[in-house]
Nanobody, 124 residues
Framework: QVQLVESGGGLVQAGGSLRLSCAASGRTFSSFHMGWFRQAPGKEREFVAAISRYGGSTYYADAVKGRFTISRDNAKNTVYLQMNSLRPEDTAVYYC?????????????????WGQGTQVSVSS
């Protein structure tokens, strides 16, 4: 088991920045690939970014590429999502998730553990 707790969400104006954090406890953090997903009202949960176990590989959705950066600190059992140049369409609940499989995935169904989410709201 691993427990995930997100923090860092909030209300920001368009063009602003936020940094989300996801603290993990339980099993060895470096055993998991980590991902960030988001879900807006009335929409399906969608992939945002993912990072491999030791941070050597990162992946981004086209909608956030060049604006968001995923990183991790295995010594602190934490994964981050730096979000710059935020847009109103980035408004959603953001979730971090842990995946114990062999490859880094972009599909929510592949992830084994989820946090409770943190709200990000971007005003125009």
């Amino acid at each position: 088991q691993v427990q995930l707790v997100e923090s860092g969400g909030g209300l920001v104006q368009a063009g602003g920045s936020l940094r989300l954090s996801c603290a993990a406890s339980g099993r060895t953090f470096s055993s998991f690939h980590m991902g960030w997903f988001r879900q807006a009202p009335g929409k399906e949960r969608e992939f945002v970014a993912a990072i491999s176990r030791y941070g050597g590989s990162t992946y981004y959705a086209d909608a956030v590429k060049g604006r968001f950066t995923i990183s991790r600190d295995n010594a602190k059992n934490t994964v981050y999502l730096q979000m710059n140049s935020l847009r109103p369409e980035d408004t959603a609940v953001y979730y971090c998730a842990a995946d114990k499989s062999m490859v880094v995935n972009q599909y929510p169904r592949e992830y084994d553990y989820w946090g409770q989410g943190t709200q990000v709201s971007v005003s125009s």
